[in-house]
């Protein structure tokens, strides 16, 4: 009996230790990320745009007012790629 006990104890505290370090690289995770306005293709927009209300919805390749999610640092860096709308 005290060999299950044991077993069912050590389960029981990895199980807690990987959901906490699970919940914490996933708040890490969004941390890094920023919205880049000027670089989706054309219905590829994540949200909405001043011209329409919804996701998928960018009229053209490009839209400077339609933005992507990407890793933070990386939308300086891309052709067109804007951090605010235009």
Do not use: H, W
């Amino acid at each position: 009996m005290k060999i299950s006990k044991k077993i069912a104890t050590a389960t029981a505290l990895s199980s807690v230790l990987a959901l906490g370090l699970s919940l914490n690289s996933t708040a890490a995770s969004a941390a890094e990320k920023e919205k880049c306005y000027g670089v989706a293709k054309a219905g590829q927009n994540d949200c909405a745009t001043k011209t329409s209300s919804c996701v998928g919805t960018s009229a053209t390749d490009g839209q400077t007012d339609a933005f992507t999610v990407l890793p933070g640092g990386l939308c300086e860096r891309l052709s067109g790629g804007s951090l605010t709308s235009s």
